[in-house]
């Protein structure tokens, strides 16, 4: 049953993913996105957010703590983006980012789950990156074609 709802659940994020992929056209890029006022953000962010507490089936108590600290954990690695040079800091610092926020996540959810929500978080980015560059290629070759 829970493989079921899983599966569920991971249909709904794939298929919302492609209505927001639909939104990007090779011509536009992310003056789309920035124009819909941060839309398609939003939903990713929902999206998130369902996949995440389905995955390491938070309780509402848990969810309660949870979510602020990875709000906080979200806010330390985009601050990350602006190490641009030296690639091995800048992998570094994200694993003891990750270290940190292991043990806070574990005080919350258990050791367990903490491992689960890191591997599906990295699921989750894996398959918007896939799905993304997937629509984005279909259209370019449909824009190809019609020339």
């Given at each position: ?16 993913l492609s209505g927001i992929a639909q939104d990007f056209s090779p011509n536009q890029g ?28 938070l309780t509402d108590k848990e969810a309660e703590k949870f979510w602020p600290v990875h ?77």
């Amino acid at each position: 049953m829970k493989k079921l709802t899983l599966l569920l659940l991971l249909s709904f994020v794939l298929i919302s993913l492609s209505g927001i992929a639909q939104d990007f056209s090779p011509n536009q890029g992310r003056r789309n996105q920035q124009n819909k006022g941060g839309n398609a953000k939003e939903k990713i962010r929902a999206l998130y957010i369902a996949y995440i507490t389905q995955s390491i089936q938070l309780t509402d108590k848990e969810a309660e703590k949870f979510w602020p600290v990875h709000r906080e954990y979200e806010k330390e690695s985009k601050n990350l983006k602006v190490i641009k040079d030296n690639e091995i800091e800048k992998e570094e610092l994200s694993l003891n980012i990750k270290k940190k926020y292991r043990t806070l996540f574990a005080g919350i959810i258990g050791n367990e789950r903490t491992n689960k929500l890191f591997k599906k978080d990295k699921e989750f980015r894996d398959k918007l990156i896939e799905r993304l560059r997937d629509k984005r290629l279909g259209n370019r070759k449909a824009g190809e074609s019609e020339d």
